[in-house]
């Protein structure tokens, strides 16, 4: 079993920055792919940016050139840093590790609002 608890988010201005942090604990040599999600009331969940055991990343288009996701391997750690934020970037942020069964943090809210 792999557990994941997601922490950074929180409010922020327009243009402004955020880091989003996700520890894994428990069964981690087990994860093949972690990656971020979000979702806003009303939506289904959407890709943010993947990343492999191998270091190979995915980005959707809206976080290309604004988000760089990163792991630590040595501390179990998953980083999503995002730049150049705007109000279309507000939602609820989720973590997510492939076992390969898809196991969810329990989200974290970013508000980008002035």
């Known amino acids: 079993q792999v557990q994941l608890v997601e922490s950074g988010g929180g409010l922020v201005q327009p243009g402004g920055s955020l880091r989003l942090s996700c520890a894994a604990s428990g069964s981690i040599r087990s994860i093949v792919i972690m990656g971020w999600y979000r979702q806003v009331p009303g939506e289904q969940r959407r890709l943010v940016a993947a990343?492999?055991?191998?270091?190979?990343?995915n980005y959707a288009d809206s976080a290309k050139g604004r988000f760089t996701i990163s792991r630590d391997n040595a501390k179990s750690t998953l980083y999503l840093q995002m730049n150049s934020l705007k109000p279309e970037d507000t939602a609820v942020y989720y973590c997510?590790?492939?076992?390969?069964?898809?196991?969810w943090g329990q989200g974290t809210q970013v508000t980008v609002s002035s």
């Open positions: 990343i492999t055991s191998a270091g190979n990343t």
């Open positions: 997510y590790a492939d076992t390969p069964r898809r196991v």
